[in-house]
Nanobody, 127 residues
Framework: QVRLVESGGGSAQAGGALRLSCEAV?????????MGWFRQAPGKEREGVATIDRRGALSYADSVKGRFTISRDNANNSIYLDMTGLQPEDTNVYFC????????????????????RGQGTQVTVSS
C-alpha cells in the first residue's frame, strides 16, 4: 500500500522558516508523475502550494512564490518543502500528495485531487 509519510511543521514566528518532509513508502518516488503539497484547513478550500514532476519541473502558487521551495531527494525517496518568510496567512494543515493522472499537467491545480496523500501536518505562524 502506497503511503506518504510527512514530518516537520510546527510553529514559527512571522518571518521565520520551517521545513516539511515527505517520504514515499512502498513506491519509488519517480514512479509518481506529480508530487507536491497542498494545504487545507478544516471546512476551507484546498489550495495547491507547490509541485515537482518526474523531470524536476517546478510550480508554485502565487501566494508562496519566492518564499517556498520544493525539492526532491531520490536517494531518500522524499520531497521537501522549505518555507521561509512565513506569514500568519500561511497557517494551515499541509498535505504531501501525489498523482499519476495522464489527462492533466502536473501543477498546483492538479495536486489538489491526488491519488495519494499524507496524513497532514499543522503549520502555525504567529505575528
Amino acid at each position: 500500500q502506497v503511503r506518504l509519510v510527512e514530518s516537520g511543521g510546527g510553529s514559527a514566528q512571522a518571518g521565520g522558516a520551517l521545513r516539511l518532509s515527505c517520504e514515499a513508502v512502498s513506491i519509488y518516488i519517480l514512479n509518481i508523475k506529480c508530487m507536491g503539497w497542498f494545504r487545507q484547513a478544516p471546512g476551507k478550500e484546498r489550495e495547491g502550494v507547490a509541485t515537482i514532476d518526474r523531470r524536476g519541473a517546478l510550480s508554485y502558487a502565487d501566494s508562496v512564490k519566492g518564499r517556498f521551495t520544493i525539492s526532491r531527494d531520490n536517494a531518500n525517496n522524499s520531497i521537501y518543502l522549505d518555507m521561509t518568510g512565513l506569514q500568519p496567512e500561511d497557517t494551515n494543515v499541509y498535505f504531501c500528495a501525489g498523482h499519476n493522472s495522464l489527462s492533466v499537467a502536473c501543477g498546483v491545480k492538479s495536486i489538489r485531487t491526488p491519488n495519494y496523500r499524507g496524513q497532514g501536518t499543522q503549520v502555525t505562524v504567529s505575528s
